[in-house]
Structure formats: structure tokens, C-alpha cells
């Protein structure tokens, strides 16, 4: 048995050898009908009675019924063979209803505490052999047993009540706390999945560039030795890069934990990133349609991670690193469509890779969309996002090129007019 069961029950046990003690003692209380203090002289008359009664009341938390109809008995019993009248023997029966009304359901509480309100007072005037006289009616002992049964079933109701808030309070708690624990793990999950996420977008680009380089400067190490010097310059460049970029994530992880994960790119900045290409060996020619504009916080980086996975997914598998990139400015929706010639339809992204993963789910949180289509040896992505624009005094992605990147300009091939 639990520690904490023990306890209860000890307790408990204690609380019934006290009530079985306070019963017996009732019966030397002078109290009777016409104040002679009857059962104070018949005190041990009586209390055979109310220890029986008492003895009764320990069973009173298992079967409060029984228990109550037993010492409603005893009263009567008592009666019967001729021993003085006493209102103490309304004590055990008040005993058993405080009980009822704790432990069992208020309909029967309300309907045995009616019943007894009501018999009790005639059989104290049956048994007194008193009239039924408004002065017989209204005396003190005739209402006595009544009023300690109404008593006696409002605090135990009370005290039910009481309880049953306390467990309930309790139980809200434990609801709490498991959602907290809930919510917790959910926010782990989602670090877990950004980290992820963060750590693909940031290091796959130059991760490829280094492969793929590596394999340059080794064909070409002994036939073109410049090629392949360039190519091993690009390869330590892209190492360093991606050293840098896990030093700052680590120490953003150790840092803080009110902070980003990693710091989230801007798409206003985009031209550094076709910039970081274009070193690398990619051509890309960026094509703008409509007006642009700058996007909101939570648009902007997610437009610029879908760049940059299009883009590495090109570099990747395209024999040609050449690339197209259309930004397509509407008024509900910026369009952006990456597209790459491929050698064959093995070569093409597979579209369950973590990167393309990552961009379907970063573009469902926002209401976006990312379609995937394959054919004629080029290999094409359209992302939609939904036109929130920025309130902020932001540039436009277009608006922003550095000069001194050897990055492909983000020119205008049209411009046209939308409804």
C-alpha cells in the first residue's frame, strides 16, 4: 500500500474512534421534552444504544445508507423497548447524513435529508406522546433532530463541494502542466526541424560547390593547371564560408535562447546571393515582370531560401551550370519560377530531397505553393507567395545590387499591366 494510502487511512481511522467516543459520550447530555434532563439520569440506559450506533458509524464511508437507516433504527428500537426518550439519538442519524451527503450523489442526499426532516419530528411527538399543538409542533426538542439533519446534509454538501473544486483545481493543474510538457516537446520538434532546415539552406550551396569543384581541380590539375588553381581558390573560399556560417549558427545555439536560431536573409538582398553563384560558376540570367516591391518579414526570407535551393538544385544537377530566373510581380502574388537544363530525367531533382522539403513546408506556413515540373531536358520550379507586402521603407529586391559582385543585373524583360 502507497505511503500516501496509509496515511488516509490511519487518518480516517482516527476520525472513527473519535465520532465512536463523542456518540457514547451524547448519551449523558441532559436533554429531553420537559427539561428533567432525562437522559443525564438514564445516561447508561441509553448508552448501549449509542455505542451500537457508534460501532454502526464506522462503516458509514462504504455503505452510507445502510449505516444511516441502521441508527435511524436503533432510535426506534430504542423506543420500543421502553428507554427513556432522548434527542441524542438524532446524533448518529445526523452523523450518517453528513456522510450521504459527502460521499454519495446530491439527488439522494436531497431526497433522504426531505424525508427525515419530515419523520423525525413525528416520531419525536409519537414517542414523547406529546399532541400535535402548535406549541407540541414548534418546542425546541420536537425540531431539534430536523435541524441537525438539515445541518448535518448542508455541510456535508458544502464540504463535497469544496472537494470536488480542489480535485477539479487539480485536475486542471495536471492538464496544465501536460500541456506545457505538450507544448515543449512540439517546440523542440519545431527548433529541431529549423536547425534542420537552416543548416540545409546555408551549407548545401557551398557544400556542392566544393564537390563539385574538388572534381574540376582533379581532371584538370594536370592539362590546365589554372583551371585548376581557380577551382581549388573557389573550394577553399566555400570551406571557409561554410566554417563561418556553423561557428555563427553554434554560437547563436549557445548564445541566447530569445534569439533566431540563425539570422534570416533578406530578399532585398538577393543579388548577393546570385552574386555567391555567379563566383561559383553559375550563370544565371534573372528576368523581372511588373512592379516589385519589398516583401514582410515573414515573406522575404522564405523567398530567398527559395532561391537559393532552386539555384543550388542547378548547380547540382544542370551539366550546363546555366540558369533562368523569372520573379513575377502581381498584385495578390509574387511568382517565382527557376528553371535548368538537365542531361536527363535521373538528373533532375527527385523532389523528396530534405531542400525541396523544407520549401514546401516553408511555404505552406505562409499559404504558399512550389510546383515541380520536368521535360524537353529542363527541369522547372514555380513557387507562389502571397503578395503581403512590407509597410516598412524597404528596397525592392531589384533595387538592391552591389557592384562589385560579379553578379548577373536584375533586369526587366517586362513589364506589363495586371487587373
Given at each position: 500500500?502507497?505511503?500516501?494510502?496509509?496515511s488516509v487511512r490511519a487518518r480516517d481511522v482516527v476520525v472513527d474512534v473519535i465520532?465512536?467516543?463523542?456518540?457514547?459520550?451524547?448519551?449523558?447530555?441532559?436533554?429531553?421534552?420537559?427539561?428533567?434532563?432525562?437522559?443525564?439520569?438514564?445516561?447508561?440506559?441509553?448508552?448501549?444504544?449509542?455505542a451500537a450506533a457508534g460501532v454502526v458509524l464506522f462503516a458509514r464511508r462504504r455503505?452510507?445508507?445502510?449505516?444511516?437507516?441502521?441508527?435511524?433504527?436503533?432510535?426506534?428500537?430504542?423506543?420500543?423497548?421502553?428507554?427513556?426518550?432522548?434527542?441524542?439519538?438524532?446524533?448518529?442519524?445526523?452523523?450518517?447524513?453528513?456522510?450521504?451527503?459527502?460521499?454519495?450523489?446530491?439527488?439522494?442526499?436531497?431526497?433522504?435529508?426531505?424525508?427525515?426532516?419530515?419523520?423525525?419530528?413525528?416520531?419525536?411527538?409519537?414517542?414523547?406522546?406529546?399532541?400535535?399543538?402548535?406549541?407540541?409542533?414548534?418546542?425546541?426538542?420536537?425540531?431539534?433532530?430536523?435541524?441537525?439533519?438539515?445541518?448535518?446534509?448542508?455541510?456535508?454538501?458544502?464540504?463535497?463541494?469544496?472537494?470536488?473544486?480542489?480535485?477539479?483545481?487539480?485536475?486542471?493543474?495536471?492538464?496544465?502542466?501536460?500541456?506545457?510538457?505538450?507544448?515543449?516537446?512540439?517546440?523542440?520538434?519545431?527548433?529541431?526541424?529549423?536547425?534542420?532546415?537552416?543548416?540545409?539552406?546555408?551549407v548545401a550551396h557551398r557544400i556542392a560547390v566544393i564537390n563539385l569543384q574538388a572534381?574540376?581541380?582533379?581532371?584538370?590539375?594536370?592539362?590546365?593547371?589554372?583551371?585548376?588553381?581557380?577551382?581549388?581558390?573557389?573550394?577553399?573560399?566555400?570551406?571557409?564560408?561554410?566554417?563561418?556560417?556553423?561557428?555563427?549558427?553554434?554560437?547563436?545555439?549557445?548564445?541566447?535562447?530569445?534569439?533566431?536560431?540563425?539570422?534570416?536573409?533578406?530578399?532585398?538582398?538577393?543579388?548577393?546571393?546570385?552574386?555567391?553563384?555567379?563566383?561559383?560558376?553559375?550563370?544565371?540570367?534573372?528576368?523581372?515582370?511588373?512592379?516589385?516591391?519589398?516583401?514582410?518579414?515573414?515573406?522575404?526570407?522564405?523567398?530567398?531560401?527559395?532561391?537559393?535551393?532552386?539555384?543550388?538544385?542547378?548547380?547540382?544537377?544542370?551539366?550546363?551550370?546555366?540558369?533562368?530566373?523569372?520573379?513575377?510581380?502581381?498584385?495578390?502574388?509574387?511568382?517565382?519560377?527557376?528553371?535548368?537544363?538537365?542531361?536527363?530525367?535521373?538528373?533532375?531533382?527527385?523532389?523528396?530531397?530534405?531542400?525541396?522539403?523544407?520549401?514546401?513546408?516553408?511555404?505552406?506556413?505562409?499559404?504558399?505553393?512550389?510546383?515541380?515540373?520536368?521535360?524537353?531536358?529542363?527541369?522547372?520550379?514555380?513557387?507562389?507567395?502571397?503578395?503581403?507586402?512590407?509597410?516598412?521603407?524597404?528596397?525592392?529586391?531589384?533595387?538592391?545590387?552591389?557592384?562589385?559582385?560579379?553578379?548577373?543585373?536584375?533586369?526587366?524583360?517586362?513589364?506589363?499591366?495586371?487587373?
Amino acid at each position: 500500500m502507497p505511503a500516501q494510502a496509509r496515511s488516509v487511512r490511519a487518518r480516517d481511522v482516527v476520525v472513527d474512534v473519535i465520532v465512536f467516543v463523542f456518540v457514547c459520550l451524547a448519551s449523558f447530555v441532559p436533554a429531553s421534552r420537559d427539561g428533567a434532563g432525562e437522559a443525564g439520569r438514564y445516561g447508561l440506559i441509553v448508552l448501549p444504544f449509542m455505542a451500537a450506533a457508534g460501532v454502526v458509524l464506522f462503516a458509514r464511508r462504504r455503505f452510507p445508507v445502510p449505516a444511516l437507516v441502521v441508527c435511524l433504527l436503533i432510535g426506534l428500537a430504542a423506543a420500543l423497548l421502553g428507554v427513556p426518550h432522548s434527542p441524542v439519538f438524532a446524533l448518529p442519524v445526523a452523523i450518517g447524513m453528513y456522510t450521504l451527503a459527502r460521499y454519495r450523489s446530491r439527488t439522494l442526499t436531497v431526497a433522504l435529508a426531505v424525508a427525515l426532516i419530515v419523520l423525525l419530528p413525528l416520531e419525536e411527538l409519537i414517542i414523547a406522546g406529546a399532541g400535535f399543538g402548535a406549541g407540541d409542533v414548534t418546542a425546541p426538542a420536537t425540531l431539534q433532530p430536523a435541524v441537525l439533519i438539515a445541518f448535518a446534509a448542508a455541510l456535508g454538501s458544502a464540504i463535497r463541494s469544496y472537494f470536488d473544486a480542489l480535485e477539479s483545481a487539480r485536475e486542471r493543474a495536471r492538464r496544465a502542466e501536460e500541456s506545457r510538457e505538450a507544448e515543449a516537446r512540439r517546440r523542440v520538434a519545431e527548433d529541431r526541424l529549423a536547425i534542420a532546415r537552416d543548416l540545409h539552406d546555408s551549407v548545401a550551396h557551398r557544400i556542392a560547390v566544393i564537390n563539385l569543384q574538388a572534381g574540376v581541380a582533379e581532371r584538370s590539375l594536370r592539362d590546365d593547371p589554372d583551371e585548376a588553381q581557380a577551382a581549388i581558390a573557389i573550394v577553399g573560399d566555400a570551406a571557409r564560408s561554410v566554417l563561418a556560417e556553423l561557428s555563427d549558427m553554434l554560437g547563436l545555439l549557445r548564445s541566447s535562447v530569445d534569439r533566431d536560431i540563425v539570422e534570416e536573409p533578406d530578399f532585398a538582398r538577393i543579388q548577393g546571393l546570385l552574386s555567391l553563384f555567379a563566383k561559383s560558376g553559375l550563370k544565371v540570367s534573372v528576368h523581372v515582370n511588373g512592379e516589385p516591391y519589398a516583401l514582410d518579414s515573414r515573406l522575404s526570407p522564405i523567398a530567398y531560401r527559395v532561391v537559393q535551393e532552386a539555384l543550388t538544385n542547378a548547380y547540382k544537377h544542370g551539366p550546363e551550370r546555366t540558369a533562368e530566373v523569372e520573379l513575377d510581380y502581381g498584385p495578390d502574388a509574387l511568382r517565382i519560377r527557376v528553371a535548368n537544363p538537365i542531361a536527363g530525367e535521373a538528373t533532375a531533382p527527385s523532389g523528396d530531397g530534405h531542400g525541396l522539403i523544407g520549401m514546401r513546408e516553408r511555404l505552406a506556413e505562409v499559404g504558399g505553393s512550389v510546383q515541380l515540373e520536368r521535360g524537353d531536358g529542363r527541369f522547372e520550379l514555380v513557387a507562389t507567395l502571397p503578395a503581403a507586402r512590407d509597410k516598412a521603407d524597404r528596397p525592392a529586391a531589384v533595387g538592391a545590387r552591389d557592384t562589385a559582385d560579379p553578379a548577373p543585373a536584375l533586369t526587366h524583360a517586362s513589364t506589363r499591366s495586371r487587373p
